[in-house]
């Protein structure tokens, strides 16, 4: 029976995570991520969850303990922000250079400095590289769903790749939103127990975390490459099934109105259900105004965002965080290259906004969709900055 | 003792669990004790390493030294990756996903893994409580990296960022008191050892694995390459820092002090110092302060044993 409560969105994760029935979770307090890990130590307490909740001392250890217990062959979760992700940041490598299928979720927050709790995404985008399998959801349903999601593309035997789920701090985080929830048999049915490939235990010695010497190390590298490109086609597979289960179909990119778009925006993460109320409002106004919501970051779904964006003149790229120095966006520079060996490309325009906090209103996207299509736009800007 | 030492050895498994064939130095003290550690904890025991000497040593893929299940991670969450093992071998037994076949989980660092780097993660894991065994292997330096100071580097030792100069005398700190920090922790087992007493030290790791909680152990592990003694020295170096009182031999059960390795008379500190490379260079003034302190340390560690 299918049930629809509201609830904060960081308790519906927490829900979900319990559904998973994991049986390690490390973490330690950072806002915005906070209530999530309350949540799932409270499942403990009451008995309602039957897991080792560990709080550790730090965010290296909590990730470095879920690593530890991923490899002995525990479903294992750690949920953190920022500088928490930060201070992972050598761990968040290690991890998916050893294929363990962990999954975090990474509660978006602006790094310092100046220290900022409130929401952008400098944090995962200091992490674009790491080499886990990355999910930006939009909105509490999405986060529900994405928990079971990414244990099921995670634990397939034939990606064996660890999982964030970024979704923004506060602005989601703690909003209080609708959500179907899921009965555990039916999560059960979707998402069977966890069976490690490879797991440490006497009865089968393994080493675990080898020293790659010159002769090597490229090819760890090209094989852990080609991992997460091969992950593609499971994700999709997961992503099938749940929605065969749930009747809520995901893909790697969500189009709304981009068919005969001629101007996109590009957005991650919840920022998408503003800028869809602006394109709404302009293709009121009779303007050809399209959205593209990258679910899918790594690995990232070359393919299909091309076959979206066929045909637009402009896309709109909003970025939350900044690259110093460098050419635009990270999302937008990626985006960029991408399209650069197409003949036939659209102009991209970077936009940074949301950061640390901002609001970006349905007034502010179709500020920056007017000077783009007035030509007033430059390749690059930081929007909307006062003074 | 020490002819006890020599023969007792021969009573222990035959079975290698650090398999030879290994990359370390010759004469590696390090290596021997990890030898000697994993033949007194047998085979059902699963061991998070930190990044250092024995990690690079034992494990450059394709090949490994390790007959049991190892893993490394990085430098400083040894003590963390063993928390995660034990937590999960803990719920996968609960949860009948594992047989409940006893398995002992250990983490192993250097001196810079568990004093400097990794003090935190292993604070961390006796604070809550983990049941596994820690054992720090201490050449006294960051030998790996070409020698360099640590916390636990002994007062006045030349490395290559504590040389000895004209100004400065080496390292100008006195050596961190690691077993005492686990002591503070109020861990149920805490010792010192060295494989220059074997018996002694495969005693303290069966100690340290049966008891009802964290474990610590602090191995001296003598280098001959960051120390500047020959290879074929690396036992009588043991021997001597344990009979000059400069590394005493105890242990901490349940809050009890005991020096396992009594002696009713200390050799002189000289003769374990000069000789080394890294100490070669201690003038009176600086060898009387070692001296006054070591003194110290052995009254008060026989204090405590009295107690």
């Known amino acids: 029976m299918k049930k629809r409560v509201g609830m904060e969105v960081s308790f519906a994760a927490a829900e979900a995570v319990k559904l998973c029935n994991v049986d390690v979770v490390a973490a330690y307090p950072i806002t915005p991520q906070t209530h999530i890990v309350e949540r799932l130590s409270e499942y403990v307490a009451n008995g309602e969850l039957d897991a080792e909740f560990v709080p550790v001392e730090s965010e290296h250890s909590a990730l470095s303990l879920c690593v530890g217990s991923q490899a002995a062959g525990a479903r294992s979760f750690t949920c953190t922000s920022s500088q928490g992700l930060a201070l992972m940041n050598e761990i968040v490598y290690i991890t998916s250079s050893m294929r363990l299928p962990m999954v975090m979720m990474l509660v978006n927050r602006s790094l310092s400095g100046p220290l900022s709790i409130w929401n952008d995404h400098s944090d995962v985008m200091s992490i674009r590289d790491c080499g886990w399998i990355q999910l930006f959801v939009k909105n509490s349903q999405e986060v529900f769903d994405h928990a079971f999601i990414a244990y099921k593309i995670a634990e397939d035997h034939n990606v064996l790749l660890p999982v964030i789920i970024n979704f923004d701090g506060f602005i989601l985080s703690h909003m209080f939103e609708s959500v179907e929830l899921m009965e555990p048999d039916v999560v059960q049915q979707y998402l069977p127990p966890y069976e490690p490939k490879y797991a440490l235990h006497p009865d089968r010695a393994l080493t675990m975390g080898t020293y790659g010497m010159p002769a090597v190390f490229t090819e760890a590298k090209k094989a852990q490459d080609e991992a997460l490109l091969a992950s593609y086609p499971h994700i999709l597979e997961a992503w099938k099934a749940w929605g065969d289960l749930s009747g809520r179909h995901y893909h790697p990119v969500e189009e709304f109105l981009t068919k005969d778009a001629e101007t996109i925006f590009v957005t991650l993460g919840s920022f998408g259900e503003t800028a869809g109320e602006a394109v709404k409002a302009l293709r009121e106004k009779g303007h050809k105004a399209g959205l593209l919501h990258l679910r899918l970051w790594r690995p990232f779904p ?44 659209p102009g991209v325009y970077s936009m940074i906004a949301g950061l640390g906090g901002r609001d970006v209103t349905v007034r502010d996207y179709m500020q920056m969709f007017e000077s783009v299509t007035a030509g007033k736009a430059s390749a690059y800007e930081i929007f909307g900055v006062r003074g | ?256 002090y005991k020096i396992t390795v009594d002696f009713e008379e200390l050799m002189p500190l000289e003769q374990y110092l000069l000789p080394q490379r890294r100490f070669r260079h201690l003038a009176e003034d600086t060898l009387g302060y070692i001296r006054g302190r070591v003194a110290e340390q052995w009254e008060e560690l026989q204090k405590r044993s009295a107690e």
């Open chain 2, 1 to 256: 003792m020490n002819d006890a030492n020599v023969y007792a050895v021969k009573t222990l498994t035959k079975k290698e669990y650090f398999a030879p064939g290994h990359r370390s130095c010759l004469g590696c003290g390090e290596a021997l004790a990890v030898r000697l550690v994993h033949k007194a904890l047998g085979r059902n025991v699963i061991t998070a390493s930190a990044t250092g000497c024995m990690e690079i040593v034992s494990s450059p893929f394709p090949l490994t030294s390790w007959e049991i299940p190892w893993i490394h991670v990085a430098f400083e969450n040894a003590a963390a990756v063993a928390g995660g093992i034990e937590a999960a071998l803990k719920v996968l037994q609960r949860k009948g996903k594992i047989s409940d076949k006893k398995v002992s989980v250990v983490a192993m660092a250097g001196d810079g893994g568990t004093v400097d780097i990794g003090l935190q993660a292993l604070s961390g894991a006796m604070e809550r409580g983990h049941k596994f065994l820690y054992v720090c292997y201490d050449n006294e330096a960051y030998m790996n990296t070409g020698v360099q100071r640590s916390s636990a580097t002994p007062f006045g030792a030349h490395t290559t960022t504590s040389p000895a100069g004209t100004v400065v005398p080496g390292q100008v700190t006195w050596k961190k008191n690691m077993p005492e920090i686990a002591v503070a922790h109020k861990i149920p087992y805490v010792a010192t050892a060295t494989p220059s007493y074997p018996l002694d030290l495969v005693n303290k790791i069966k100690k340290g694995i049966a008891a009802d909680g964290p474990a610590y152990v602090h191995i001296l592990s003598v280098c001959p390459t960051g120390w500047g003694i020959a290879s074929e020295e690396t036992i009588k170096f043991g021997r001597l820092a344990v009979q000059t009182g400069f590394f005493p031999l105890y242990e901490v059960e349940n809050g009890k």
């Open chain 1, 302 to 345: 070359f393919d299909a965002f091309c076959q979206a964006i066929q045909g637009a003149r402009n896309l709109i790229v909003i970025d939350r965080a900044v690259s110093f120095g460098g050419p635009g966006g990270p999302v937008a520079s990626e985006i960029r290259s991408a399209l650069y060996n197409k003949e036939k490309r």
